[in-house]
């Protein structure tokens, strides 16, 4: 068999960690046992920001994060987090694969794309409200890429830093508030240290990608190469279909 590696920084109870694992599931069943894949959730292989180089140097040989967390290095995919005004994930995720598919970045020519894919519309997640833009001046609010900007210009103080380190800063008042889906609420348990959101139509997105390690995509045999196509393409319809949003809607109830 093929044996492989899957980075994947969402917490392994994560419904995207979960749909990870369910890839790797299908694809083994789908070739027989010849391609088994190992997940590795939570960042346990590589963290966050070095997710897409671990995958270009074969650290792991696949990987899933978001563009955001090594800004700069994608300047032509950054354009897809500005604040546009997604309605929703579904939305979003269509808007990015056509873009992608149209454009060709080179700056993804050094992997495999499997597929790119987005959250609903970002909002503001914070310990005190914010009803007004006077409330949110010099607050400290967590923000990654693009979004940081966005911060700024709203008159905040933007604090760079991963979702797996949010929760703890929120706690301890490092941060008074972070920008993010309503899906953090409950995937990164956030709803414990935060306690009002403030919904806008504009705020921001973020982009993330399903890589795989070129050379390691190369060797792989025509036949196995159609299977994990054709499954990557139904794992992406799920995506497109509104996964982000039906986490949106779980989260906002657990909330």
Known sequence: PVNLTYSIFFPATHGQAQAGAD???????????????????GGTLTKAPQ???????GISDMGMSCFAYTRGRFPV???LDLPIGY???????????????????????????LYVHAHGPGLLHTIKPVKTLKDLQGMKIRATGLSADIVKALGGVPVAMQQDETY????????????GPIEVL???????????????????????????NSDVWE????ELQTAITQVNE??????????????????????
């Open 87 to 113: 309605k929703n994930g579904k939305i979003a995720t269509q808007v990015a694969d056509e873009f992608v598919k149209t454009i060709k970045p080179d700056e993804l020519s050094g992997v495999k794309l």
């Open 234 to 255: 139904e794992y992406f319809e799920k995506t497109a279909s509104g996964l982000w949003d039906t986490q949106d809607a779980e989260a906002l109830e657990y909330a």
């Open 23 to 41: 890839f790797a599931a299908e694809i083994e069943k789908r070739t027989n046992g010849r391609v088994k894949i190992t997940v590795f959730p």
């Open 219 to 222: 060797k792989l045999s025509p």
């Open 168 to 179: 703890e800063s929120l706690q301890k008042g490092v941060v008074e508030g972070t920008f």
């Open 77 to 79: 995919t950054a354009a």
């Open 186 to 212: 409950k995937g990164w348990k956030q709803a414990e240290v935060t306690k009002y959101i403030t919904k806008t139509p504009f705020l921001y997105n973020t982009l993330f990608f399903f890589t795989m």
């Open 51 to 57: 997710v897409y180089e671990g995958v270009e140097q």
